[in-house]
Structures are given as C-alpha cells and as structure tokens.
C-alpha cells in the first residue's frame, strides 16, 4: 500500500508516528510503499542552536522551563513505548532544509526510509545538532550514500525544489498545519501520530472509503509539539 508522509525530523511525534505506522503494518499483514515529503517546523532556524531546546520553546511560548520540560517527559515516555529513547535534554534543533535535500537523494535511490529513521535517531536519540553539515554528512554515510553525490548535493541547490513543493502542496492543497500527516492510498488522510489501533483501523478503510481520521499528536508549524488528552476512539 502506497502511503504518503509529511514530516520533519526534529518532530519527536513523526518519529512516534513512523513506529507505530509500520508496528501497525507488520500487525495487519500489509506492505508499505512509503514516500516521504518534506515539512519544516522552522524554515527560519540557524544551522545550530545556541541554547537548549526546552529553553528555546520556552521562550517561544513564554512557557516555563518546568513547563517545558514536563512535556518534553511526557514525549519522551510516549517514545519509549515505541521503542525509541528520545534524550530530549539534549536535542539539538536547527534549521532541517538540507537535511530533507538528503532525505530525497536518498528516496531517489530507495533509501528513503532509511535516511528518516537515521536522521530521527540522530536528532532524539544521539542529540546530534541536526542542521549541521557534519550531522548530515554522517547520516548519510551511515546508509551508504555516495559520499561525492552527497557533496554534489550539499554544494548545490539540488532537491530544493523537491522540498518546497512538498511543502506547497502540504499547505495550499492539503492544508496541512502540522505533522505528522498521512496519506493512504493517495485516498485517505490521517493527521497525527495515532495510537496504533487507528493506523490499523485507517489501513483497512484505505481499501474501502475517502473518510478522513481525526487529527492527533502532532508538531505544528511554529515547531511546537503538544500530547493531547485524549485519543480517538
């Protein structure tokens, strides 16, 4: 089944939503064709943070950084269900373009995927500053892209326009606000990252209607990201 992601990889919620994506897939038995687009929360950001995530939002939102930093614990406790250790303390935000560049040479290769699941594990996990070129670089050894052609691609603007008509067509057609968001099938759409039994819930309308999910967990497009209360039934 073909599906369609919009997401950024300083979302910690797309990273919970592509796990519990393809747990819910391997569950229902279905095969995946992802194709991945770009989305970024902060067009605006520099290279590299100079102070911490939690105090960044905190600014931001004129939060706390108690504030903050609670509901950076409650995403991180939402991530190790999934399996995935999100060291939020040490989350190094920044500005995503070439990364997404990356992302589609990588797609263009067959290594979409595997390019996502580096650069989420390189921003949560591992605390690398994600907007750096050495970040970058090193991601895409790591899923064996070709180091010249990475170089190609980071020297040039190569895949900008791959990016910002992802982006285009997120906002002005499918009026997307924030990522996670899914689309099955090109038919049915999904916004968040739901709770596993909706994505198997959705897998099996994408054979059978056009109805829409209700939107859930997500990082809008000023970067922030909130867990809502409650769940979809």
């Given at each position: 089944?073909?599906?369609?992601?919009?997401?950024?990889?300083?979302?910690?919620?797309?990273?919970?939503?592509?796990?519990?994506?393809?747990?819910?897939?391997?569950?229902?038995?279905?095969?995946?064709?992802?194709?991945?687009?770009?989305?970024?929360?902060?067009p605006d950001a520099p290279a590299r943070?100079?102070?911490?995530?939690?105090?960044?939002?905190?600014?931001?939102?004129?939060?706390?950084?108690?504030?903050?930093?609670?509901?950076?614990?409650?995403?991180?406790?939402?991530?190790?269900?999934?399996?995935?250790?999100?060291?939020?303390?040490?989350?190094?935000?920044?500005?995503?373009?070439?990364?997404?560049?990356?992302?589609?040479?990588?797609?263009?290769?067959?290594?979409?995927?595997?390019?996502k699941e580096a650069f989420f594990y390189?921003?949560?996990?591992?605390?690398?500053?994600?907007?750096?070129?050495?970040?970058?670089?090193?991601?895409?050894?790591?899923?064996?892209?070709?180091?010249?052609?990475?170089?190609?691609?980071?020297n040039s603007d190569e895949y900008a326009?791959?990016?910002?008509?992802?982006?285009?067509?997120?906002?002005?057609?499918?009026?997307?606000?924030?990522?996670?968001?899914?689309?099955?099938?090109?038919?049915?759409?999904?916004?968040?990252?739901?709770?596993?039994?909706?994505?198997?819930?959705?897998?099996?309308?994408?054979?059978?209607?056009?109805?829409?999910?209700?939107?859930?967990?997500?990082?809008?497009?000023?970067?922030?990201?909130?867990?809502?209360?409650?769940?979809?039934?």
């Open positions: 089944m073909r599906v369609d992601i919009w997401s950024d990889v300083v979302c910690p919620f797309c990273y919970i939503g592509k796990k519990r994506l393809e747990a819910a897939a391997e569950q229902a038995g279905v095969e995946l064709e992802v194709h991945w687009h770009s989305f970024e929360l902060d943070q100079e102070i911490s995530n939690s105090e960044r939002l905190a600014q931001k939102y004129g939060r706390t950084l108690a504030e903050v930093e609670d509901m950076q614990r409650n995403i991180a406790a939402m991530a190790a269900a999934e399996g995935i250790e999100f060291n939020w303390e040490n989350a190094n935000s920044g500005n995503t373009f070439n990364a997404h560049r990356i992302i589609h040479l990588a797609q263009s290769k067959g290594l979409g995927s595997d390019a390189s921003y949560m996990t591992q605390g690398l500053p994600i907007g750096e070129r050495e970040t970058i670089e090193d991601v895409a050894a790591r899923i064996g892209l070709n180091p010249v052609e990475v170089d190609d691609v980071l326009d791959f990016v910002k008509f992802d982006q285009e067509v997120a906002r002005d057609q499918l009026k997307v606000t924030g990522v996670p968001f899914f689309v099955f099938d090109q038919r049915v759409a999904l916004a968040g990252a739901q709770p596993r039994e909706v994505f198997l819930q959705v897998l099996e309308k994408a054979l059978e209607t056009t109805d829409d999910a209700p939107e859930a967990n997500q990082c809008d497009v000023d970067g922030q990201c909130n867990p809502v209360s409650e769940q979809p039934k």
